[in-house]
């Protein structure tokens, strides 16, 4: 089975916390993995993907991703948070073969002043 | 650039009814997709068009849906038959080609609630 798992559905930092998202996946072969964020009422935005290369891979806003093989995993994190990064994180997977891309059950991020 | 524009944003309609959704992708993308997002289902791939052509509806339920790209500034998503299990939010994404590594570009969404 394939899958994309986000083990937190919901995650509450203060402003200026630095926050982990977690995302582990398992699917076989050649894959690409990227995190989109959704703001309350709005369509998902693209942060950031990896395919190969450097396995920590920087995005928007000051949020960067390591990707591990051996963990099969694919962590969001950023080192201080502002309270306007409250929103919907969601870790997708798509593969090489196909455009179909397969999303977490997203992990809700709750920034308080 | 306005993005990809999703009309209506809301719509209500009861069981039974029949519902169209409009999407206009990004101008100059050529690969648009939707996708059905629930609480309970989280988000789900429902089909994926390129260059208009249809490439992969393996998402769409059997009965009752069906999407077309009839030219390549709109999409339309329809459902027939309307039962309250379609209430959900559908969002359209545009890509700039259709690859696996190409973003995609998500519009706001139709909230579809069928009473």
New interface residues.
Partial sequence: TQTVSQSDAHVTVFEGDSVELRCNYSYGGSI?L?W?IQHH??????LL?Y?SGNPVVQGVNGFEAEFSKSDSSFHLRKASVHWSDSAVY?CAV?????????????TQLVVKP | NAG?IQTPRHKVTGKGQEATLWCEPISGHS?V?WYRQTIVQ??E?LT?F?NQAP??D??MPKERFSAQMPNQSHSTLKIQSTQPQDSAVY?C?SSLE????????????TRLTVL
Avoid at chain 2, 98 to 109: C, K
């Fill in positions: 690409y990227s989109y009422g709005h369509g998902l935005q693209f993907k395919y969601f798509s593969k090489n073969s196909n455009n179909r891309i397969f999303f977490g059950d997203g | 990809v690969a997709f989280g988000l791939f994926y390129r490439i992969d393996s998402g969002l994404a259709g690859g696996a590594d190409a973003e995609q570009f998500f519009g706001p969404g």
